[in-house]
Structures are given as structure tokens and as C-alpha cells.
Nanobody, 128 residues
Framework: QVQLVESGGGLVQAGGSLRLSCAAS????????MGWFRQAPGKEREFVAG????????YYADSVKGRFTISRDNAKNTVYLQMNSLKREDTAVYYC?????????????????????WGQGTQITVSS
């Protein structure tokens, strides 16, 4: 079992930066691929960024490529999402997720159904 708790959300002006953190409990965190997703009002949950268990591979949605960076610290059981040059369209609830089926995998998981543990979400609001 993995429990995930996101933090770092809030209100930011367009062009600003935020860093989200996702703290995981459980001894298996370091074996799982991790991802960040987001869901805006009236829209489906969408993939934002993913990282393999080792941190050796990452993958980003086109909409955030070059602006967001995902990273992880397995010693701290934490995954991060650094968000720069934020835009109004980045406004959403952001979710951290863990994919137990990706244990030791070198492939980044990018679909919601590949992730089986989810955090409660943290709101990001970007104002103009």
C-alpha cells in the first residue's frame, strides 16, 4: 500500500512558478513509477508528467514540455513537480499518482489506468 499526499498548491500569477511535492508512505515507493496528472473543471483528468522508479526517464505532455520538470528523491519518498512560466490554462487540481504495475520498469506510464494509487489533489490557480 502507498499513501500519497500532495502539497505546494496555491494561487500564482501568470508567468510565475510553483513547486509541488508528493510525499509517499510505504517501503515500495522507490520501486514504482510516479506521475502527475491534472483535472480542470468540466474536463477529464490528463497526464502532465511521469518518471520511472530510478528517475532515469521522464516524459511530459506537450502542453507543459519545457516549462515543467518532474523529479524524485527516493531517500525522502518524495516526487516533485517544478512548474515555471505558468499560464492560465494550467489552472487545475493536480494529482500525484503511483503505478505499482511499473515496478522496476524503465517505461514511463502515461495513462490514468496504469496508476493505482492517487493523492487527494492540490489546487493550482493561475491568474492573469
Amino acid at each position: 500500500q502507498v499513501q500519497l499526499v500532495e502539497s505546494g498548491g496555491g494561487l500564482v500569477q501568470a508567468g510565475g512558478s510553483l513547486r509541488l511535492s508528493c510525499a509517499a508512505s510505504g517501503r515500495t515507493f522507490s520501486r514504482y513509477g510516479m506521475g502527475w496528472f491534472r483535472q480542470a473543471p468540466g474536463k477529464e483528468r490528463e497526464f502532465v508528467a511521469g518518471i520511472t522508479w530510478s528517475g532515469g526517464s521522464t516524459y511530459y505532455a506537450d502542453s507543459v514540455k519545457g516549462r515543467f520538470t518532474i523529479s524524485r528523491d527516493n531517500a525522502k519518498n518524495t516526487v516533485y513537480l517544478q512548474m515555471n512560466s505558468l499560464k492560465r490554462e494550467d489552472t487545475a487540481v493536480y494529482y500525484c499518482a503511483a503505478a505499482s504495475g511499473s515496478e522496476w520498469s524503465f517505461r514511463v506510464m502515461i495513462t490514468t489506468y496504469e496508476y493505482d494509487y492517487w493523492g487527494q489533489g492540490t489546487q493550482i490557480t493561475v491568474s492573469s
